[in-house]
């Protein structure tokens, strides 16, 4: 949805003049197609940044509405959530050196964007997820206060009639269910618009599909959400979940999400895709219309489609169709959603200048994908590079099939070279863009690749998930400030690991996840076997998934005691011996708070409980072990 101020109704009534004027908006299109109305003999290239925003613990910052208020707003604008802001470079005619006017202009607005963050205690991180995000970070406190926003929760949630249902699988798991839509906040990209006339959309689209599989193994960025290693570019999965609509009732329908890839090569025509849009995904909004398209066109100007506009903007195409009007006159872009944001903005115009280069080289030698490489490929391709990245083998066309690192080096960076060439990009500009794209190819690191080798070591030296990925986050930040192109970044060492540790940590970070528990009525046996084979001192009393009390090896000891010689100890039920109501503390609270509770109540654990129950244990064990790791780095 690119509008932020709109009149948003939904009435029936509403919905259905609005998918009147989305009909007029298609059968203007068509028309304006047919008589040749579009701009011919002029390119254009525009991108778009998103950014994190992040506090001095790495932990995602809401201030994107008092941030916003200190910089130019015909750059920057807001995003879904309050620890995000998007910032829009001016387009730019594709030539000689618009390539380098684009990483000017790019890394002067991410110095503003950042020197006014600093102001206000905060950094400015850019990656497609952001390690340290939490799912209690997606709560609708933090969603931007713009009644669309709140609107497309509604909406999205209404349609699907039940919570969202994420789940992800790579090395490790994440599950969970979610009741609003700010999972898409996890989410950050680069996103690119390529200008093309109405008669060359269907081959430089198809192109732009085909070369998504290895663009994005080259680009990915995502690996670690919520502490766990899922895919390389978990942003594909994870996006497509948090706005997907479709309820668990129809899975046996034919339904595609609204965050997609698509079926099928473009035929002839941009009319196919936005056809196939308005029959597949149903209307979200209804905007107040204020002209008819073809009373704009008798009158001799050029109409808005703002119903097809804003329909367009609530579906999610990988690569998506985009209408437009410059200097008076409509014409046609490729947004590519692809690339996630970062790491730096050097090898944010690499991914970028291959990409152009791929479009135009195989354009330039007229490769008709459609005819020559299965659809499905190029979808197993994309899923692939979103999964494992460059690890991936490759489909080709012409049933070619490549190692990941042998596509790139033998096939696409001279087409690309070609390409570039053929526009007139600048040599020297080809070279250092081009160079970035092959030295990581030999070296076999993108942003995911390294995240992952480098969180691994970190929780191989003991470190805690929420730790870890603090420490990677800030050592992450670090690297973006020097500017350095990813495949020169170095591993984090020992020295830094013990630099970015921090003491102010939180109970979540600390805390055991591992949680083992008994109910009231089993035997206190069952109790003590349980803690002895585990070698803990406390565990949890739950009855019915709810926390009806807490039990200690001491006072396990004292009932034997008690006992011994007048009857048999062993039927006990644990209810006999269990503290209830215990004391009990939220994940978000504080180490020092949580020290400061049991030294005073003279306790030694703390259960942990956040909305939906008991996530975890705190108890002298964990913050002794915690401490003694700090001290032996």
Not at 31 to 38: A, H, Q, S, T, V
Not at 76 to 90: G, I, K, M, S, V
Not at 455 to 479: M, P
Not at 515 to 536: E, G, P
Request: hydrophobic share 40%; net charge negative; with cysteine.
């Amino acid at each position: 949805m690119g509008q932020h101020d709109v009149n948003i109704n939904r009435t029936a009534s509403d919905l259905r003049l609005f998918m009147r004027h989305l009909l007029r908006d298609i059968q203007a299109l068509e028309y304006m197609l047919e008589n040749g109305m579009f701009e011919q003999g002029r390119s254009r290239i525009g991108a778009e940044q998103e950014f994190f925003l992040v506090d001095s613990d790495m932990r995602p910052a809401s201030i994107g509405d008092k941030l916003i208020k200190h910089l130019d707003p015909e750059y920057f604008t807001p995003e879904l959530a309050l620890f995000n802001l998007e910032a829009n470079l001016d387009p730019q005619d594709f030539d000689a050196h618009s390539l380098r006017r684009i990483e000017e202009q790019l890394k002067l607005l991410t110095h503003q964007i950042t020197s006014r963050a600093s102001s206000l205690g905060a950094h400015v991180v850019q990656t497609g997820i952001l390690p340290t995000i939490r799912k209690s970070d997606l709560n609708l406190d933090n969603i931007t206060p713009k009644p669309r926003y709140r609107m497309l929760n509604d909406v999205l949630c209404g349609m699907r009639g039940e919570e969202n249902r994420l789940n992800i699988k790579g090395l490790d798991e994440l599950m969970f269910t979610h009741d609003n839509v700010l999972i898409e906040a996890c989410n950050t990209s680069f996103q690119l618009h390529f200008q093309v006339t109405p008669e060359e959309f269907a081959k430089y689209y198809n192109i732009a599909q085909a070369i998504s599989g290895p663009l994005l193994g080259l680009a990915a960025n995502s690996p670690i959400l919520m502490g766990r290693r899922l895919w390389h570019e978990s942003r594909i999965a994870l996006f497509q979940q948090a706005i997907d609509t479709r309820s668990a009732n129809k899975s046996n329908r034919e339904q595609e999400p609204r965050v997609w890839f698509g079926n099928s090569w473009v035929k002839e025509s941009v009319l196919e895709l936005y056809q196939e849009d308005i029959t597949r995904f149903r209307v979200l909004f209804a905007q107040d219309i204020d002209c008819d398209p073809f009373d704009a066109l008798d009158n001799g100007t050029v109409p808005k489609l703002q119903a097809l506009c804003l329909h367009n903007g609530t579906v999610y195409r990988w690569n998506r169709p985009c209408y437009g009007i410059s200097d008076g006159k409509p014409h046609l872009r490729i947004e590519n959603r692809i690339l996630p944001a970062g790491p730096t903005a050097l090898d944010t115009m690499a991914n970028s200048a291959l990409y152009l280069g791929l479009l135009c080289g195989y354009g330039k030698n007229d490769v008709d994908f459609a005819q020559h490489m299965d659809f499905s490929d190029a979808k197993l391709n994309f899923n692939n590079a979103a999964m494992i990245s460059m690890n991936s083998d490759m489909h080709w066309y012409d049933n070619k099939k490549y190692r990941f690192d042998d596509l790139v080096l033998q096939e696409l960076l001279p087409v690309a070279r070609e390409g570039l060439k053929a526009r007139g990009i600048d040599n020297q500009d080809i070279d250092k863009y081009l160079g970035i794209i092959e030295a990581r190819t030999k070296v076999k690191k993108n942003g995911a690749i390294w995240m992952l080798k480098n969180y691994n070591f970190i929780l191989d030296r003991g470190v805690k998930k929420e730790t870890a990925t603090q420490v990677l986050t800030a050592s992450i930040l670090n690297r973006q400030a020097n500017g350095k192109p990813l495949h020169l970044w170095e591993n984090i060492n020992e020295s830094e690991l013990a630099t970015n540790k921090k003491t102010n940590k939180l109970v979540e970070q600390v805390m055991s996840t591992d949680i083992f528990t008994v109910q009231s009525d089993d035997l206190i046996d069952l109790a003590a076997k349980i803690m002895h084979w585990n070698k803990i001192r406390h565990i949890a009393v739950e009855d019915n998934g709810e926390l009806v009390g807490v039990v200690s090896y001491r006072k396990i000891l004292q009932i034997y005691g008690k006992y011994a010689g007048r009857g048999d100890v062993h039927l006990v039920p644990v209810q006999e011996v269990m503290t209830k109501h215990p004391t009990t503390i939220t994940p978000e609270h504080s180490i020092e708070e949580a020290m400061g509770i049991m030294r005073e109540q003279n306790i030694g654990c703390l259960p942990v409980l956040s909305a939906k129950g008991l996530v975890g244990m705190l108890t002298e064990a964990e913050l002794l072990d915690e401490f003694s790791k700090w001290l032996n780095v």
